[in-house]
């Protein structure tokens, strides 16, 4: 099976726990540093992500982080991990990643989602059990805008009147856009509205039979591993040494989904002590350059990934993480170029 070219990099949320806290400015300023670097050894994406009200500072607004991120780099492409449709208008969220991809010289794309914590919809004045209708009408507004249309526009949650944007993006037909989803309802979003799924690969085949459902080929079915199975990795010799120094973070993290998402259908995690998260969390990967780059092949056989996401856990140093992204730079990305 031939392989589409896969594009690596790390995913951000810029959360900023207490117990590892950093002065607001510093903080960002020292993750916008690390994803700068991160391109000079050879990462090729960045994926910014989005929730609102959390109060460690969980990354609010990942577009206006990307025009940071644009302005100091060459190549990398900017992407959003995820960015949650229904917090948008469709004529403000094309004119800014419009501006984006202008800026970027043609390196924008955004992956969307459709946010799932009442307190956030409750902020925003939105009922939460409208979430998919909203980002639908939002998908067919934006990518016609993108295309340069005057677009026209009677829906349930947006009326726009001969809506147009300057000014248009570099890339085109459009903006790629890639949106995620648990559910066949998602997938079938992805296929009638985006340009692929972004998601783990156990979930290809259900988009894949949502894409031939409308007549298009298999080609069409793009995909972006932006998992949990897969985002929780690093590649270091020393097993111990690495699970001590990054396993607190991931915890972090993946504690906190495990209670945001208790009462979901589509839970994938679930709270457990840290010592028990060390020993058996299945989403926490510590491999050997030589198991990654198994692993990593093992997941284009499943799927045609595009783009391989990683995390960067929260609170965790850049400083302390640089040694693994060198080490995987050095020792995995070369097999797959």
Request: proline letters at 7%; one cysteine or more; hydrophobic letters at 40%.
């Amino acid at each position: 099976m031939s392989h589409p070219p896969l594009r690596f990099g790390y995913g951000f949320d810029f959360r900023n726990p207490t117990e590892w806290f950093k002065p607001w400015h510093q903080f960002y300023s020292d993750l916008i540093d690390f994803i700068v670097w991160t391109e000079t050894l050879g990462f090729e994406g960045v994926w910014l992500a989005e929730h609102h009200g959390i109060e460690d500072g969980y990354l609010p607004s990942p577009l206006t982080v990307g025009t940071w991120i644009a302005a100091r780099t060459q190549k990398m492409r900017i992407d959003t991990g995820v960015a949650l449709a229904p917090f948008y208008h469709p004529v403000r969220l094309a004119e800014d990643l419009a501006v984006l991809d202008v800026l970027s010289n043609g390196r924008a794309g955004i992956s969307l989602g459709l946010g799932y914590l009442q307190f956030e919809a409750d902020a925003y004045g939105f009922d939460l059990s409208r979430r998919g209708k909203i980002a639908d009408e939002l998908l067919q507004i934006v990518v016609k805008l993108w295309e340069g249309e005057t677009v026209t526009f009677d829906g349930e949650f947006f009326q726009v009147k001969k809506a147009r944007i300057f000014p248009l993006p570099i890339q085109k037909p459009h903006i790629p856009i890639f949106v995620g989803g648990t559910t066949q309802k998602g997938f079938r979003r992805a296929a009638r509205y985006a340009d692929g799924f972004n998601g783990p690969v156990e979930y290809y085949p259900a988009y894949l039979e949502e894409v031939r459902a409308l007549g298009k080929p298999d080609s069409a079915a793009r995909i972006q591993s932006l998992s949990y199975s897969d985002m929780w990795m690093v590649v270091w010799d020393d097993r111990e040494e690495a699970l001590n120094e990054i396993a607190p973070h991931a915890y972090y993290q993946i504690n906190g989904y495990a209670e945001w998402q208790k009462d979901e259908d589509w839970a994938p995690f679930e709270q457990q002590s840290l010592e028990d998260f060390k020993k058996n969390d299945p989403n926490l990967k510590v491999f050997t350059s030589g198991q990654a780059i198994d692993y990593i092949r093992s997941r284009q056989e499943q799927a045609p990934i595009e783009s391989f996401c990683m995390q960067v856990p929260a609170g965790c140093s850049p400083e302390k993480y640089r040694k693994y992204a060198q080490k995987f730079a050095d020792e995995v990305i070369p097999a797959f170029r």
